[in-house]
């Protein structure tokens, strides 16, 4: 584990002590357990913008499921 500082505002301080003491976890235990959801979130808002993104890239007029190994491959 990584030590670390950060500056917290008056009002975040005193919701991360409330909820510690309700969740009956270290400050620490807490801010790790929220950063660690917030990550996940970003990493699956992250996939998602990414197949966004891809979608309507590429079409072809007459592509049929049957066919799509001629699409990926080519006609060989």
């Known amino acids: 584990m990584h030590r670390t ?12 002590v409330e909820e510690a003491r309700r ?14 959801q917030g990550l996940q979130r970003i990493r699956k ?5 990414t197949l966004r993104e891809a979608r309507g890239m590429f079409s072809a007029p007459r592509s049929e499921g049957r066919n799509h190994d001629d699409y990926l491959y080519g006609d060989g």
Not at 23 to 29: L, P, Q, T
């Open 45 to 49: 808002d992250s996939r998602e913008w």
């Open 5 to 16: 500082q950060i500056m917290l505002e008056e009002h975040q301080y005193h919701a991360l």
């Open 23 to 36: 969740e009956n976890k270290s400050m620490g235990a807490l801010v790790r357990d929220l950063l660690n």
